[in-house]
């Protein structure tokens, strides 16, 4: 389903019982800039496109952080501060990341029944939150890599991540064989930039798990380039909206 809604991932559309998506421009679920009245309905407009009513949305208040929640019976009520990823097997559970450049990474194991939803930025990716959330996948719930499909939003892409030298070096202390994934940038005020392609770092990330490449679904679409279509950070500041990303099983 692609329409001016929403984007969503071929391959996690294969599963009926799976709901995913990432929210387009005008859609803006930025509480800064936002009311609360009017959050909630967007929240209803993507029902209405979807035909589907969750029984709870989980929204965390995010930080950039690698902290990840685990939603069960006993939690759901919480509130989720300095989170940047849930995990959950509970079924009619939304579990919603707010996003504007950043990558939401959606998590399925068919076979185990469990979902997750991944905010990595820069941050999250240098501090490698995937990882975190596929090992809880692996250690909690038993899942194999080989049976999670993911999926990776339209983000900020190696055409526009563009960092200082200290930012580069810190990257490749973190990680080991990236040189491919880092190309060289403009001299700007006598100082050389570079770009970061986060995408593959986290498909790299990914396989090195044992997820295989032909499960992992990438949009491919940079949000700062196609901001007349996304809210992007990077391309509107701080008045920039927030897209919302979602994965809900049925
Ligand atoms: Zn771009």
Known sequence: MEDTLLITSKKMNKYPELINLLTKKPLNFNNNIISIDEIANNYKLIEQEINYHFDKII??????????????????????????????????????????????ILLYDPIKKVIGNIHSGWKGTFNKIIVKAINIMIDIYGSNPKDIIVYITPSIGKCCFEVDEELKNKFMINYHDIDNLISLGEIKDGKQKYYIDLLEINIKNLIDLGISRENIDVADICTKCNSNKFHSYRAEKEKSGRNISIICMK
């Open 59 to 104: 929204k965390p208040i995010q930080n950039h952080t690698d902290n990840i929640c685990i939603i069960t019976s006993d939690n759901i009520n919480s509130t989720f501060e300095n989170v940047d990823g849930l995990i959950t097997n509970l079924k009619g559970v939304a579990l919603a990341i707010s996003l504007a450049d950043c990558q939401g």
